[in-house]
């Protein structure tokens, strides 16, 4: 049994499908923005989980969140786009996330963080795999 029509006319609007896209890419949209405001902090940020040069891996996180979301927001090469994010959020969550080598009080909080990457992972493969099947049935 499918879904009702009010849904499947819900999910079939374009509507739906560009805001989709926005919400997935927000956080990756702000975080580029405020790193750019904030050049030195994110070169800090970079530094304090072990990534150096601080200065290249924050220009490389601000290239890769702003360029990626445009990517997938103009849904042309979301391909591209999803997985630079998607492997941006990976080299997150093994550096920032590292829940196995945390203090056991701080563990929780980002093994939790660590799967909510993972999930926004695959909902950057979703949109890839989702925009390439839209644009071969146009």
């Known amino acids: 049994m499918g879904e009702p029509r009010w849904v ?14 926005l919400a997935l890419v927000s956080a990756y949209l702000l975080g580029g923005v405020a790193k750019l405001i904030d050049f030195p902090g994110a070169i800090a940020e970079q530094e ?8 290249l891996w924050a220009a490389l996180a601000i290239v890769v969140e702003l360029g990626g979301s445009v990517l997938v927001l103009a849904d042309r090469l979301v391909w591209l786009g999803a997985g630079a994010l998607g492997v941006l959020t990976l ?21 939790n963080a660590f799967f909510e990457h993972l999930g926004l992972i695959a909902g950057l493969v979703l949109v890839a795999i989702l925009s390439g099947r839209k644009r071969s049935t146009s």
């Open 91 to 111: 080299v997150a969550m093994l550096t920032a996330n590292a829940f196995w080598a945390a203090p056991v009080a701080e563990r929780w909080m980002l093994t």
């Open 8 to 21: 499947a006319t819900m999910l079939s609007s374009p509507l739906l499908w560009h805001a989709a896209r």
């Open 48 to 55: 304090r989980f072990g990534l150096h040069p601080g200065a």
